[in-house]
């Protein structure tokens, strides 16, 4: 593990068990998320994504889960834990305290019979020993934090008495209670227009340079990556095909997945034309996959690319798995 | 301005619940004041009489006054039915709640245990009990109590399961709460309503149940009475003298529609999108200049 990192993930597989066979969700991931970093995690539907942070969590059914490869994770008082070798009873001083949660639907993230003051008190009652007064005046700072205004009254409703974003800051300002040091925003702003969205990235930007905390966002929208990210991965079919910086990813993208994206991306002022896709469907991930996940869509690939899987390779921060990294870059820079 | 919860329990049908329910109560409390006669003398004289100005509700098939032995009754059959429900209640629900929140092998175990308890009916498994535990009241409550944990619990396994899925239970566990506190504070809360609706029928049920123990000799001992007994005395007599059965089968149905009504107006509370608000003028009053 890095010097530098807060969680390291090596060679993660994930595997589930369904009635149609094993599902190899998450196929050999390496990440790395640097202290104060708020990294991106881009990918199409059932790519992995959520099942790579859901991993550092251990919040999958672990019945019909197999894991393998290691999660490494630096603990506030400096010591490092192996997230899934972790026995069970030792996992909620993880969840919540290391590393928080935020999920996709807000409204619906939350216990519909508390009010909201209740649920975040009774967050704060688990995981510090705070008295009452003070576990009451943390989370009136929490609300005012992130802008429930005015806190003491909005604190006693229940969460149908808001707004989907309103209900976004809540998950917020509960995530944030006990100070973790990651937080994974899980499609946090998909669910909300597009106002309340910038808003809500505005919001978590804000308060992760003031905190100084890390930051997974997890994300299929490039124009979030690219709002408010300081690296990103992109993930196809259980993989990581490319890491690099934010700047770098729009600027010099290698791997052709991520140049088709960002092509995919609709223009403004270009009314008339068609949008750009990218021809065929993600692999099923039932059967095994030989060669790169994406040759079968892409349209350099070459016989190497469907019997070989490329490594991941490159250096100065800026990673790629393709035997062909940097092919066909004109198709981007000419759009 | 400090701002106060506005929801309200006492609505009118709450309160009209509430009073009729307050008087069978009282009227079992007080039994031996309010009844006009003792439940338990004979007056074969005046036997199978229809109602009068004497015996409001008529007299049974040996003089006994009717109202009397109903009011007398409900001493017992509230009683051992709010018992029955009670012991089906402690055990059934966190069995149903820790089946369906873990699965697996312990969920397979419990559920199985159940079906053999489902599979005998739930009389005879009752004698069981009696036959091992001694003729008594008690026996009888205690083996009814457990004929219904089965029910119970599969009800509460099947809701956790449901409830189990959301995700605000991902989002509790995503914060690092307990499982227990994920099952007692989050799961069960969301459950209670349904859970309470079943609860409410199964009073009825274990009424009736009781009855027909009591009426195998092995709950309630002649001569006391009791609102089932009374029905299964007076059904040799339904074409007859209907009073018999019509008296008892009423205060039963009476008492189950109370608590089915309370409970649903207690759910209906639980339930903050559900809650009665405040008559409109007075929201009105509250929103200040807002409404117009």
């Known amino acids: 593990m890095n010097k530098d990192s807060i969680v390291s993930v090596q060679d993660l597989n994930v595997n589930l068990m369904t009635t149609r066979g094993v599902v190899c969700a998450v196929r050999g991931v390496d990440l790395e998320i640097k202290k104060g970093e708020i990294h991106g995690l881009v990918g199409e539907s059932g790519c992995g994504k959520t099942m790579t942070a859901k991993s550092i969590l251990r919040l999958h059914d672990e019945k019909r889960t197999l894991y393998s490869g290691k999660i490494l994770l630096k603990k506030t008082d400096g010591s490092e834990v192996s997230v899934l070798e972790l026995p069970r009873k030792e996992l909620p001083s993880i969840r919540g305290e290391e590393v928080a949660m935020i999920f996709q639907d807000p409204m619906v993230s939350l216990n519909p019979l508390l009010t909201i003051g209740d649920q975040i008190c009774e967050m704060l009652r688990t995981h510090t020993e705070l008295s009452k007064p003070e576990i009451n005046a943390r989370m009136l700072d929490l609300l005012n934090m992130v802008g429930i205004r005015p806190a003491e009254e909005r604190s006693r409703q229940y969460p149908f008495e808001f707004s989907g974003g309103m209900a976004q800051r809540i998950m917020i300002a509960m995530a944030l209670s006990c100070d973790p040091q990651l937080l994974i925003a899980d499609e946090a702003t998909t669910a909300l227009d597009v106002t309340t969205q910038a808003q809500i990235l505005e919001l978590m930007k804000d308060l992760q340079r003031r905190i100084g905390m890390s930051m997974l966002l997890i994300t299929h929208n490039f124009g979030v990556v690219a709002e408010i990210c300081d690296r990103a991965s992109v993930m196809y079919a259980g993989k990581i095909v490319e890491t690099s910086s934010v700047q770098e990813l729009f600027d010099a993208p290698q791997h052709p997945y991520t140049r088709a994206l960002i092509n995919s991306i609709p223009r403004s002022g270009r009314s008339g034309e068609r949008l750009v896709t990218i021809p065929g469907a993600p692999p099923s991930l039932l059967q095994p996959i030989h060669g790169c996940a994406f040759a079968p869509r892409c349209q350099f690939a070459t016989e190497q690319c469907r019997q070989i899987q490329p490594p991941m390779t490159g250096t100065g921060g800026h990673e790629c798995a393709c035997h062909l990294a940097g092919a066909g870059k004109e198709d981007v820079q000419s759009v | ?292």
């Not at chain 2, 409390?29 to 008529?58: C, R, S, W």
């Not at chain 2, 308890?117 to 535990?133: E, Y």
């Not at chain 2, 449901?162 to 809360?189: N, Q, W």
């Not at chain 2, 189950?256 to 409109?280: A, C, E, G, H, T």
């Open chain 2, 1 to 292: 301005m400090k701002q106060k919860n506005v929801g309200r329990f006492f609505t009118a049908p709450v309160i009209i619940t509430l009073a009729l329910l307050a008087l069978v109560i009282l009227a079992s409390i007080f039994a031996p004041l309010v009844a006009p006669y003792n439940p338990e003398a004979l007056d074969m004289a005046a036997k199978l009489q229809m109602p009068t100005a004497a015996h409001l509700l008529g007299t049974d098939n040996v003089g006994r006054d009717i109202l009397s032995r109903l009011i007398f009754g409900s001493r017992i059959t509230l009683l051992s039915a709010l018992a029955v429900v009670v012991i089906s209640v402690i055990i059934g629900i966190p069995l149903g709640l820790v089946s369906g929140y873990y699965g697996g092998r312990l969920d397979n175990l419990i559920m199985r245990v159940e079906d053999v308890v489902l599979a005998f009916p739930a009389l005879l498994l009752a004698f069981l009990f009696v036959a091992s535990f001694g003729k008594s009241i008690t026996s009888a409550i205690i083996a009814l109590g457990i004929v219904y944990v089965p029910m119970i619990s599969r009800l509460t396994r099947s809701l956790t399961l449901m409830e189990r899925g959301k995700p605000y239970v991902e989002s509790a566990r995503s914060i690092g709460f307990s499982d227990r506190r994920i099952l007692f504070r989050h799961i069960l809360p969301n459950c209670v309503s349904t859970i309470t609706t079943q609860l409410t029928l199964d009073i009825g049920s274990a009424i009736l149940d009781l009855a027909a123990l009591s009426f195998l000799g092995m709950g309630v001992q002649p001569p006391t009475s009791d609102w089932g007994a009374m029905l299964e005395e007076g059904h040799a007599y339904i074409q007859s003298d209907p009073m018999l059965c019509i008296a008892p089968g009423c205060a039963i149905i009476l008492t189950v529609v109370l608590f089915n009504l309370l409970s649903d107006n207690i759910q209906m509370y639980l339930d903050p999108f559900q809650r009665k608000l405040p008559p409109f003028k007075k929201l009105k009053k509250m929103a200040g200049g807002l409404v117009e």
